[in-house]
């Protein structure tokens, strides 16, 4: 299994400003995924963190919106730049633990009001 | 495209019901299957995984089935209590590295 922290749990943010999310995990990863859930919506990714290289992004999601960094095996942030209202969601970060079949483990999540 | 579908979209039950939810996907060519529960404003936290090669998996009063080939897994929920209100995920995985989730069912269990 995996122990993953993330940070803040929750904002309240005036619009146009800038949010970094913070997610540490227990273990040495490959991967690190952030996915997005807006209010009464399923999980949508929004971009996969590989340390070491450049973050790839799913369709509809770009880089200067949403820049990552993975300085190391064990760490990744999320930034959810010049906010909007629509940008109100709860911030997952998630990774993959690989043992006989690979499960995967969220954090607690970040809840994210813009006003 | 994998799509996931999950029914109910909601569902109320008085406490000590047993009860299923349903999932479904479309595409049966998968790795495994996860069922996830969340609370409100929270992250997910892991149910029961099933692979692609098993028919269920147990967790005290979780069961979850699998049936690739019609494209469905159900969770069933013994003598609900209502510590088990949350809205419950079911995510399939159709790559090593991509996991589709569905809606979701929110459950609410009265006392």
């Known amino acids: 299994s995996a122990v993953i922290s993330q940070k803040p749990s929750r904002d309240i943010c005036q619009r146009g400003t800038s949010l970094t999310i913070q997610c540490q995990v227990d273990?040495?990863?490959?991967?690190m995924f952030w996915y997005r859930q807006q209010p009464g919506q399923s999980l949508t990714l929004i971009a996969t963190a590989n340390q070491g290289s450049e973050a790839t992004y799913e369709s509809g999601f770009v880089i200067d919106k949403f820049p990552i960094s993975r300085p190391n095996l064990t760490f990744s942030t999320l930034t959810v730049s010049n906010m909007s209202p629509e940008d109100s969601s709860i911030y997952l970060c998630?990774?993959?633990?690989?043992?006989?079949?690979?499960?995967?483990?969220f954090g607690q999540g970040t809840r994210l009001t813009v006003v | 495209k994998q799509e996931v579908t999950q029914i109910p979209a909601a569902l109320s039950v008085p406490e000590g019901e047993n009860l299923v939810l349903n999932c479904s996907f479309t595409d049966s060519a998968i790795y495994n299957l996860q069922w996830f529960r969340q609370d409100p404003g929270k992250g997910l936290t892991s149910l029961l995984l099933i692979q692609s090669s098993q028919r269920e998996q147990t967790s005290g009063r979780l069961n979850a089935s699998l049936d690739k080939s019609s494209g469905r897994s159900t969770l069933y929920i013994a003598a609900s209590q209502p510590g088990d209100s949350a809205t419950y995920l079911c995510a399939v995985r159709p790559g090593n590295n991509d996991m589709r989730f569905g809606a979701g069912t929110r459950l609410t269990v009265k006392p």
């Open positions: 273990s040495q990863v490959t991967m």
């Open positions: 998630s990774v993959n633990i690989q043992g006989g079949n690979t499960e995967a483990f």
